[in-house]
């Protein structure tokens, strides 16, 4: 593809419109799970054997804790499926718009400034700059 500014903003516009498409998302990822009862007589105590399931589930993060959602059906698997594989087509087209962007930014030429900074107008920037940092 062409590094020009007009086909970046064509690829830009068409990245755009992909992302109208989008439909239910969620992140996370789905996955099966066995479980142990914990009675010694019954067939999962033996070593050999996987256990009771598998059990579907759901897991994601919120708020910097796992979240774990059990799926209690095929349909509740197949929908969350669908909107985990909604979430990472989502990821993928932000990192093809933030790279198009960068792409446009780069190109894209500044505005010819008449004339320099004055020593005030540098001198008022970087005290804007300290007291943000500050915060």
């Known amino acids: 593809m062409p590094d020009d500014i007009p086909s ?3 690829s830009r516009a068409s990245l755009l419109r992909r992302f109208a498409q989008l439909q239910d998302m969620r992140p996370g990822s789905v996955g099966a799970v066995f ?3 914990g ?3 019954c067939h999962c105590a033996r ?3 996987p256990g009771h399931g598998p059990h ?3 897991t994601y993060k919120k708020e910097g804790k796992t979240v774990t959602e059990s799926l209690p059906n095929r349909d509740a698997w197949h929908k969350a499926e669908q909107e985990v594989a909604e979430f990472r087509n989502f990821e993928q087209l932000s990192q093809a718009l933030m790279e198009v962007n960068r792409k446009i930014c780069r190109l894209r030429p500044t505005q010819a400034a008449v004339e ?3 020593a005030e107008e540098k001198k008022r920037l970087l005290q804007s700059i300290r007291r ?3 915060k």
């Open 8 to 10: 970046l903003e064509a």
């Open 35 to 37: 479980r142990r009862c």
């Open 56 to 58: 579907f589930q759901l």
């Open 47 to 49: 070593p050999q054997d």
């Open 116 to 118: 320099p900074w004055s």
């Open 132 to 134: 943000l940092r500050r």
């Open 39 to 41: 009675k010694p007589n």
